[in-house]
């Protein structure tokens, strides 16, 4: 298992997760709208939630978001891409949480560290071509659009356009 080391904002604290966030994180990823823009439909069930977010066979890190009352705010996950330096980040914000901001907070903060406190070259994320806001955020994020996959994935919502985003080290880093 990879380390994730504590990393914090103004107002949240990111930490590595535990089975009780899953509680936390059901009422979003249970909402099919809240889930339209990922590969797989909305969750029945916290055991099956649960069997996703702790699969032994992914090789990634999960941040928790939490704000200073301990309530869990987001997930944000980091995992290797396709070569050494290069990591593939992911977010989603709990929806009783979105438009405040802290998705921008929270995906600055774990930019920051694996660039500048792990080394890493690059960061990439991919995008669905309909999710303006992830789009939006990686935009203001300092990303660029690398690629365009039209058609490129069918996922329970469809076939879907997909967008690779890219930030250098070399790039300016988002600030707080």
Same mark, same amino acid.
């Given at each position: 298992? #990879?380390?994730?080391?504590?990393? #914090?904002?103004?107002?949240? /604290?990111?930490?590595?997760?535990?089975?009780?966030? /899953?509680?936390?994180?059901?009422p979003? $990823?249970? +909402?099919?709208?809240?889930?339209? @823009?990922?590969?797989? *439909?909305?969750?029945?069930?916290?055991?099956?939630?649960?069997?996703?977010?702790? +699969?032994?066979?992914?090789? &990634?890190?999960?941040?928790?978001?939490? =704000?200073?009352?301990?309530?869990?705010? &987001?997930?944000?996950?980091? @995992?290797?891409? %396709?070569? +050494? &330096?290069?990591?593939?980040?992911? @977010?989603?914000?709990?929806?009783d949480?979105?438009?405040?901001?802290?998705?921008?907070?929270?995906?600055?903060?774990l930019? #920051? %560290?694996?660039?500048? &406190?792990?080394?890493?070259?690059?960061?990439?994320?991919?995008? =669905?071509m309909?999710?303006?806001a992830?789009?939006?955020?990686?935009? #203001?994020?300092?990303?660029?659009r690398?690629?365009?996959?039209r058609? %490129?994935?069918? /996922? %329970?919502?469809?076939?879907? =356009?997909?967008?690779? @985003?890219? $930030?250098?080290?070399?790039? *300016?880093?988002?600030? +707080?």
């Amino acid at each position: 298992m #990879r380390e994730v080391p504590v990393l #914090r904002t103004a107002r949240f /604290t990111l930490r590595a997760m535990r089975r009780s966030d /899953t509680a936390a994180l059901f009422p979003t $990823l249970s +909402d099919e709208a809240q889930c339209r @823009y990922l590969t797989r *439909p909305a969750f029945e069930s916290e055991e099956e939630l649960w069997g996703w977010l702790a +699969d032994p066979e992914w090789n &990634g890190r999960t941040w928790i978001a939490e =704000d200073a009352a301990g309530k869990v705010a &987001g997930r944000f996950v980091a @995992y290797p891409a %396709h070569e +050494d &330096g290069i990591e593939e980040i992911g @977010y989603i914000t709990c929806a009783d949480r979105q438009g405040a901001g802290v998705a921008r907070e929270c995906t600055a903060a774990l930019v #920051r %560290h694996l660039i500048e &406190g792990e080394g890493k070259r690059k960061l990439i994320a991919e995008a =669905d071509m309909r999710n303006s806001a992830s789009i939006r955020l990686l935009e #203001r994020l300092g990303f660029s659009r690398e690629a365009l996959f039209r058609e %490129h994935e069918t /996922t %329970h919502a469809g076939l879907c =356009d997909v967008a690779i @985003y890219g $930030l250098l080290a070399t790039d *300016p880093l988002p600030e +707080d």
